[in-house]
């Protein structure tokens, strides 16, 4: 009997080991400041987002691709203009550029001990206001492994209505390696989203997306894995992203080359596209969502997609003395 008891000891104490080794995500590990992020595109099923599961390590230290460097700015409101439009907010993302200037565009956020919301996003330049119908959660806290909810969200924007369904999972706990690092003790999150375009009341598209998002506490997230299918009006693959951050948690104004953020509007359209940047722009290749180039133009910021079928696209966008950027767009 002493030797059970002492067994089922020894047991109990590995088993509440092995349950303090889960992490478990906070709103206090969702920081501030500037991340610099790697992004990697690439043709779907060359690289894989990893198995699910517990201690697991997944490695993308051989990740290959289409490569873009960029930062974020995690700030708190009201510290600029744009959370007026959204009161409750008291958080808000931007893109930073090589002075470290904020983009135009800001994404207004909600941060509370119980979740993170997406309220919507504000452009003062453009004068444009996104806002949802329904309210987007991104995560509910605590998160902690195999915890799961789902969600739904919808936003209209020139009587297109864009509607979302969400599968929110924290599918496994392990050890992510990048090119950059490794890091012990982190959360994956993974995140099915099935989204619909819906114009004058009929459905013109639906597409899958799901997302991989290592989470470690104190930092902000550490990667992201997406990946992507069109169903409808057609089906097929589109191309998926690996992202990672640097070593460090803040990074200063001149450590990084970045790109200027790109206002592509309006998306989705019907006809016309036009690119407004403060940079001159060189060339834009416009692709398919297999990567196919259909046509390149020279020295413009207006696309003409009316003979296009619906679909997603994509549009490389070379700015003179600037890295590239690629942008997705929605033909209606």
């Known amino acids: 009997m002493k030797t059970e008891y002492l067994l089922f000891i020894i047991l109990g104490i590995f088993f509440n080991t092995y349950m303090r080794a889960q992490p478990t995500i906070t709103s206090a590990d969702m920081i501030t400041g500037t991340f610099q992020f790697t992004a990697f595109t690439f ?18 230290t051989n990740i290959s691709g289409t490569n873009e460097i960029y930062r974020m700015f995690y700030g708190t409101c009201p ?22 200037n904020q983009s135009a565009d800001k994404n207004l956020l909600k941060l509370s001990s119980a979740q ?15 806002t949802y119908t329904d309210i987007p959660i991104e995560l509910k806290f605590p998160m902690t492994y195999l915890n799961s909810f789902t969600d739904t969200s919808s936003s209209t924007v020139n009587g297109v209505t864009t509607s979302t369904n969400d599968i929110i999972t924290a599918d496994g706990y392990g050890t992510i390696k990048t090119p950059v690092g490794t890091y012990s003790n982190v959360l994956r999150v993974k995140k099915e989203s099935t989204i619909t375009i819906i114009t004058s009341g009929v459905p013109t598209s639906t597409t899958k997306i799901t997302t991989y998002s290592w989470y470690k506490n104190s930092r902000e997230v ?15 693959p589109l191309p998926s992203r690996f992202q990672y951050t640097n070593n460090n948690v803040v990074l200063g104004v001149g450590e990084v ?7 592509v509007y309006p998306n989705p359209s019907s006809d016309f596209i036009t690119i407004k940047n403060e940079k001159i722009i060189d060339k834009i290749e416009l692709s398919d969502a297999e990567g196919r180039k259909i046509s390149e133009y020279k020295e413009t910021s207006t696309i003409d997609i009316s003979k296009l079928l619906r679909g997603v696209y994509y549009l490389k966008i070379d700015l003179k003395n600037e890295k590239t950027q690629i942008k997705k767009i929605i033909k209606k």
């Open 116 to 130: 993170l919301e997406h309220l919507g996003a504000r452009n003062n330049t453009t004068n444009f206001t996104l």
């Open 79 to 100: 510290a600029i203009p744009e959370c007026s439009s959204f009161p409750t907010a008291n958080q808000y993302v931007a893109v930073l550029d090589n002075a470290g």
């Open 43 to 60: 043709n779907q099923g060359v690289h894989t987002p990893g198995n699910a599961g517990a201690n697991i390590t997944w490695d993308f």
């Open 222 to 236: 550490i990667g992201v894995f997406s990946m992507g299918n069109l169903l409808s009006p057609i089906v097929q």
């Open 257 to 263: 080359e970045d790109m200027k953020s790109l206002v």
